[in-house]
């Protein structure tokens, strides 16, 4: 049917109606703590939903229905592990962060080892998250591109500049409260195509289960307990039982709990309890939100017929939802949908810029001397600096890509994977190992970060397995060396010790 005036009508309302929305609702900024963590004293279901909003991206929005078309649910058992790892990240890591009024997640570790490895783990962040946003941000601009017939730079401009002017002006509150509308405008828009499709097909849901069904397939499973045969079969195969849950665990207590881009909105609320609600409404949500985009994925597969995407002439089971949308709904749908999509982006966007705004000010540039002096207005005026060369320079690399097929896409994508695995566990050794030393920790990093590009170098092991194999390394190699620094310790001679006594005394 095509993308009408109506539709760009519709898009053009939504990017003018959000931005000038998020910049009215934020207020005056007086300092950077209200800046970057909203004056701590946001509502904990904002934060929440506003999670909820940020780990969304327009690949989750477009991919997890692509996984249910060409395969199952298996991808639950993940989100299982997701639910688990909130939980832990609620009861283990909040609480320790709101015993000492931490203002970044890497606050915790400059707290416990000291400054420089506060400033090296937050650069690790600053320098992975510029490279995987920049990817997102372009992987964001495919599906406008299919859909709207914009070019990339185009696109791109469009998500980035909406979104960097309301996250400029406004901190950490427009970009929360802004959060919370886009969230309901993709989950609104996806609502509308699966209804748009059950009333399309002659038998509703009885069609979908029918097709999910046929030819002796069950697109319902959910567990997947193969183990492959052996263990380098079962370290390779994706969304196992055991990989899934456990994988999922990990990634979420590094995501959620190690990560600036999510810890910055548990740190601004009011309370320690109320941070934790926060992470509980978000916990509960997503379980509903990834089975709601499987089930899509299912009427889509019903739709078309239960053909394969390739039948389709498509390259990606990533495609297929674009391809209906753009295909198939009606004027006015089709431009709430695109919306949708956009709203995905900009949340996860404005987390991207907000989070390497904050962590640059106030784990590197507040410790210099330069930050001494300033007043709260001079906080502000840095605060909003960082966040425009952030915003800027996540923009322009993004507008550098011209495929998906250029190799730094894929690095960029799977950055995360090197990195989370290495600051779970240095956190861990943090929380948990009270004799760990600076030094420890660091060759415990250095190590888990080095075991995941050998990992990903030389193995087949599947990606929900990373980040529990870099922590377990950096736990491992932390304690050993601690242990060996306490075992080499010279042992002072008691004899010494007895006569500098005497001598004190007399």
Known sequence: MGFRVLDYAIVIVYLLGVTAAGILIS????????????????????VGFSIVASETSTLTFISIPGLAFKGNMHFL??????????????????????????????????????????????????????????????????????????????????????????????????????DVVQLFIYLGGAVAAMVLILHRLPHGWADVT???????????????????????????????????????????????????????????CRTRWDSQKALMLDASFILLQFGFFLVLGLCLYAFYGGVTFQQLGLATSDEVFPKFIVENLPTGVAGLVV????????????????????ATYLDLFQLTP?????????????????????????????????????????????????TYGGLLGTFFLGLFFRRTTQADALAGFVSGLLAMVAVLAFTRIDYT????????????VGNGCRVGREWFRPVPDPRGVIDKSKAMNS
């Open 339 to 358: 919306a949708g999509v956009l709203a995905s982006a900009m949340g996860t966007l404005s987390s991207s810029i907000s989070s390497l705004a904050s």
């Open 27 to 46: 207020g005056r900024q007086r300092s950077s703590r209200e800046y970057f963590l909203g004056g701590k004293e946001m509502s904990w279901w904002s």
């Open 210 to 268: 029918a097709f999910a069904t046929s030819h002796g397939q069950d697109k319902f499973a959910f567990l997947n307990t193969a183990t492959g045969g052996s263990l380098r079969a079962f370290l390779a195969a994706p969304y196992t039982l055991l990989g899934g849950v456990l994988g999922g665990t990990f990634l979420t207590m590094a995501s959620h709990g190690t990560d600036q881009l999510l810890v910055q909105r548990l740190l601004g």
């Open 77 to 178: 058992q993940l989100v299982a592990g997701y639910f688990i790892g909130r939980l832990i990240v609620s009861a283990v890591f909040i609480p320790a962060y709101y015993r000492g009024d931490l203002e970044t997640a890497y606050d915790f570790l400059g707290k416990r080892f000291g400054l420089p490895l506060r400033k090296f783990t937050s650069s690790v962040f600053i320098v992975t998250r510029v490279l995987a946003s920049g990817v997102r941000l372009f992987a964001t601009a495919i599906p406008v591109h299919l859909i709207t017939g914009l070019d990339y730079p185009s696109s791109i401009l469009l998500i980035g500049g909406f979104t960097l002017l309301y996250t400029y002006l406004g901190g950490l509150k427009a970009v929360v409260a802004m």
């Open 465 to 476: 397995w990373h980040t529990l194999i870099g922590s377990a390394v950096t736990i491992l």
């Open 370 to 418: 330069l930050a001494r002096g300033l007043d709260a207005k001079g906080e502000v005026r840095w605060s909003r600096i960082f966040t425009l060369v952030w915003g800027v320079l996540l923009i322009g690399g993004a507008m550098l890509f011209t495929d998906t097929k250029n190799p730094v896409v894929e690095l960029g994508l799977k950055i995360a994977s090197v």
